[in-house]
């Protein structure tokens, strides 16, 4: 299968080229310029390297989230243009599964974390899958242990603690759970700065499982997942909810407020 890997979820643009199991290509682009001014040139480079056809391709992968809004809905409208105009499916990937996928050789818990603000991380916990003779899947292939969520630190420190597994973080939350690291209980390590990039390589390379299994979604439906409001949208029903509580104490009724809104 030939598979176009799209990432930008974070602070990080890349897009990848999966070719039978083979990362064929990859570029990436970790700067302050907006996803929007390095994505397609990228796409574009990477087709010119390679003389890649783009009405070749399979699927099309996408990293879907959680991560920064702005950069999911740039990589969302990219992933779905180019899904209506090729006509060819998007498979969804979990920016943090990608991110976990980077240390897919590793026999430790793989706990990818990403910085959420308020003192929370996106979090997900995955493991390398077995197969059913016992031996380790060659592929790489991962096991969800916990799903991806949004989760202050101090509850996943404590987590992590019950659990009582070896573990290794992944991803650009790791400063957030810093300041923790004396209460984990737990043997850790921390990823190389470089493996706690998300990449394109990863996402495409999960694509291609997801594809082959029939995990494909179509270019109208696909949407990001975002795991929680924007701040936008926080601060929109905090300053509702404040202005009814004000009008409350002033003795307007619930009802006469919402109408008067």
Do not use: W
């Amino acid at each position: 299968m030939k598979i176009l890997g799209i990432e930008s979820a974070a602070l990080t643009a890349s897009v990848a080229l999966v070719t039978d199991g083979m990362l064929t290509a990859e570029y990436t682009v970790t700067d302050k310029k907006t996803h929007s001014q390095t994505l397609l040139p990228m796409l574009d480079e990477l087709k010119r390297s390679l003389g890649l056809e783009l009405e070749t391709l399979d699927a099309i992968a996408i990293s879907a989230g959680p991560g920064s809004f702005t950069g999911l809905r740039i990589g969302a409208a990219t992933a779905k243009g180019l899904g209506l105009v090729l006509q060819k499916p998007l498979v969804a990937v979990s920016t943090l599964e990608a991110l976990a996928y980077n240390l897919a050789g590793s026999e430790r818990l793989l706990c990818p974390v990403m910085d959420a603000r308020r003192s929370q991380v996106y979090n997900g916990l995955y493991r390398r899958k077995a197969t059913e003779d016992g031996n380790f899947s060659s592929g790489g292939s991962l096991e969800t242990v916990i799903a991806p969520r949004a989760v202050s630190a101090e509850a996943l420190v404590k987590e992590l603690n019950a659990r009582g597994e070896a573990v290794i973080f992944v991803g650009d939350g790791i400063p957030v759970l810093s300041r923790l690291a004396e209460t984990l209980t737990v043997p850790y390590s921390v990823a190389a700065p470089n493996n706690s990039r998300a990449r394109a390589a990863s996402v495409a390379a999960l694509g291609e499982i997801y594809a082959a299994a029939g995990k494909t979604v179509s270019a109208e439906a696909f949407a990001p997942e975002y795991l929680r409001k924007s701040q936008a949208e926080r601060e929109r029903e905090e300053a509702i909810q404040y202005d009814l509580e004000r009008e409350l104490a002033a003795g307007v009724s619930p009802k006469k407020a919402r109408a008067e809104r």
